[in-house]
C-alpha cells in the first residue's frame, strides 16, 4: 500500500479511535517497510486477520518530516454479538425493520383498535406499501425521516381502503365506507409507530450504533469543513475513517496521499460502507478515478458539487442527450407565486396566539416581577424587499442592553454581520429561560397577522440594508419567518455565511410542503432546546 502522511492531527480524532494499520505488500514493495510494527498495531493486524509480521504502522512510513501523527482512524463497528447486530439495524432503519414495523402497526391497529380479523388488513396495506416503495433499500446519504415516508404513507392508505373494499367485500364485509375507516385508522397507527421507529434509530445512532465506515476523498477547507459538520451530527449514521487525495498538496493538508488503485484493499479490509467525493475544479479525474475504483464493491458514493452553495437542495437531475442539468429553482417570488401561503400565515398566527396566550400572559407576568422593566422589545428588522418593520419579542436582557453591547462586541462568539453571545451578561434569568426555549419569540406571530412576517421564512436579521451583500440581499426577496432551516439545522451553532445559504436555499425550493415540514420539524428542536442561548 503506498501511502504518504503528513504530520497534523485531523479533527475527527477522539480518545475512543485507535490508529488503523494497513498490511503492506512486502515482496511488491520491500523498500517501504519501515521498522517492526509497535505492538498495538500486530494486535491491530492480528485482528482483522492480517499476519503480524505484515503489519507496519503508517505513522512509522516515510521520512520524519513528513511522518503523519493520525493517518486513518480505527472504527468500531460494534457489529460483534446478536443483540448488537439487531440494534445496528434499527439504528439503520433497515428494510426488515420498517417491514416488522409496519405489521406490528396493522396488527395494533386491527386487533385492538378496530377489533377486525387482522390477515386481510395485512394481505392488501403490506403489498401496497412495498409498491410505494417504502421497504426499498435506502440510499441516500443522511437518513429517512418520518416527513419522508408521510407521503408515501398517505398515497398507500388511500390506495388500501379502495383495494380492501373491492376484494373483500365477501370475507371481512368491507363497504367503501368501512374500508375507509379501517385504512384511516391504521394510517394513523402507521405514523406514530413509525415515528417512534425513526426515533428510535436517532437515539442508537447519536450512541454510535449503526455508523457507516466513511472515507473522503478530496483536500482543502471544504473536506476539512465537511468532517467537522459529520462529527457534529453523529445521527447521520456517519464516522470519518480518514481523508485521502492525490499526490498534490502542501505541508500541513489533512489528506494521505494515496492511489485509485489502493481503494479497494481499504474497502474490503476496513469495511468502507460509505465513499464522499469533494473533487476541485481544476483536477477532477482522481474523483472519478477513485469513484470507478470501487466499482462492484457495496459502497454508496456521495458527491459535493463544486457550486456546493447553490446546492443546498436541489431539484431532481435532467438530461439533455447525456449532458446532466440541475434545476436550482429560483431567488425570487412573488406573492403571487407562493399561493396559499398568506392564508396559511393568518390562519396559523391567528390559532397559534389563542393557543399559546396563557404561555403569554405567564411569561410578562414573569418578565414584570423580576425588574420591573418593559415587557416586550422591538427593534428594527430589514424586511421583505428592504422595507424596515418593528420586530416583537419578549424582553430577555437588562433594560440598558443596547448600551452595554460597545462594551461587549470582543467577545462576540458569533461571525458576519451577527452579534451573539453563549454567556452574554446582558441577559436576566427570566430571560435565560425563555430564549432557551424560544417563548421570547411568540410575540412575532403578531408581526405575522400583520404582514410583515411569516410563519417559515429567512431569519429577520437586525442589519441595514446597504450591509448585505450581493448574495444575502436575495434573502429579502421574500418575507422573513418565526422559523425556517437555520432553526432546525442548528440555531445559534450556524455561522452567518451558512444561515444565508440555509435562507436561500429555502426560497430556492420553497413549496406549502416545505413549509409544513419544517414547522413540524421545529417542535422537537424546541424541545430538545438545541443551538439556543
Known sequence: MTFQGHGVRAPWQQADIEELTLTTRAQAEPERIGQPAPRTAARAGRRRGAPAENVTSLTERGDARRAPELVLADFDRRSSGLVNRALTKVARVSSPVRLATDAGAIVIATLFVLDVVAWPILATFLPVLMACRLYAPHKDVTPNTLLGDLPRLLVGSTV??????????????????????????????????????????ELLRARGFGARPTLIVGRGPTVAHLVEKIAKHPDLGMRVLGVIADARGDEDDLSLVARPEDLPELVTRHGIEQLVLVPEADHLDFATECFLAVDGFKVNAALVPPLKDFLLSPGGVEHVEGIPLISLGRLSYSPRMMPGKRLIDVIGAALGLLIVSPILAAVAIAIKIEDRGPVFFSQRRAGHRGRYFKMLKFRSMCTDAEKRLADLRDSNDSDGLLFKMRDDPRITRVGRFIRKTSLDELPQLVNVLKGEMSLVGPRALPVEVEHFGDLAIKRLNVR??????????????????????????YIQNWSLWVDVQLMLKTIPVLLLRKGAY
Open 160 to 201: 388500501a381502503a379502495f383495494v380492501l373494499a373491492a376484494l373483500y367485500p365477501n370475507i371481512g364485509g368491507y363497504t367503501l365506507r368501512d374500508a375507509a375507516l379501517v385504512s384511516s385508522v391504521t394510517f394513523v397507527i402507521l405514523v406514530i409507530c413509525r415515528g417512534t421507529m425513526h426515533l428510535a434509530g
Open 480 to 505: 422573513p419567518g418565526c422559523t425556517g432551516f437555520w432553526q432546525v439545522l442548528g440555531r445559534s451553532d450556524i455561522t452567518y455565511d451558512e444561515m444565508v445559504k440555509l435562507d436561500l436555499a
